[in-house]
């Protein structure tokens, strides 16, 4: 069985410009994350998914990030008018249910930014 | 709002046992994840704690204590393939959901 897939696995743009990351979860994962981690940091939480709907959004650093999911599976994190403050590794998490207390959520291997 | 400490950097040498403690501070805890990340690779699970006491499962272990808001991660007879981050996640229930909140890892080194 497949885990979490995202693509690409490296992005390098230049500031400006708009890029989109995708992450495909587990099959049956009705429950998806997407996380940020810079360089020597923990991973900062962005926002989460519960089948097509985000109830939780809190993590967005601003309006230029946003984020959608479809089918309740595929889901794509997009930033407009990247900054170089924007480059790191942004981490997608599936999880069985809404519930990520009881649930562990399973890591895709993520997507390097490099904004220049 | 919430807080989560936990060392930024242990050294250990192989064969030997070491404690990585997480101290949080957090209003709706739910329960205590741990993940080991390897350097340029996703987290992957460890241990779940939501009851005060100690899961071992192998040479890991895990122990939680929710009045003194402290867990920590023992590894026992560490290996050369143990180098890693190590990852406290508190589980924070926030409406119908729960939210993971990460500290910032401990970086373990292990020395032949």
């Known amino acids: 069985g497949a885990g979490v897939s995202q693509s690409p696995s490296n992005k390098v743009t230049e500031k400006g410009k708009d890029v989109e990351l995708r992450c495909d979860p587990i099959s049956g994962h009705t429950a998806l994350y997407w996380y940020r981690q810079s360089l020597g940091q923990g991973l900062e939480f962005l926002i989460y998914f519960q089948g097509n709907s985000a109830p939780d959004k809190s993590g967005l650093p601003s309006d230029r990030f946003s984020a959608e999911r479809t089918g309740g599976s595929v889901s794509t994190l997009t930033i407009q008018r990247t900054q170089q403050e924007d480059s790191a590794v942004y981490l997608c998490a599936s999880s069985l249910g809404a519930s990520g207390g009881t649930y562990e959520q399973y890591f895709g291997p993520g997507t390097r930014l490099t904004v220049t | 709002g919430q807080n989560i400490d936990q060392p930024t950097e242990m050294t250990a040498t192989e064969g030997a046992i070491v404690q990585i403690n997480c101290t949080y501070q957090?209003?709706?805890?739910?329960?205590l994840f741990w993940y080991q990340q390897h350097a340029g690779e996703a987290p992957t699970f460890l241990s779940y704690n939501v009851l005060d006491g100690l899961e071992e499962k192998g040479r890991f272990s895990s122990f939680l204590s929710r009045s003194k808001g402290y867990s920590y991660l023992l590894l026992k007879e560490l290996q050369m393939k143990d180098p890693a981050s190590y990852l406290c996640a508190v589980t924070r229930q926030q409406g119908d959901t729960d939210k993971l909140i990460f500290g910032t890892g401990t970086r373990l080194q292990v020395f032949p």
């Open positions: 957090t209003s709706g805890f739910n329960g």
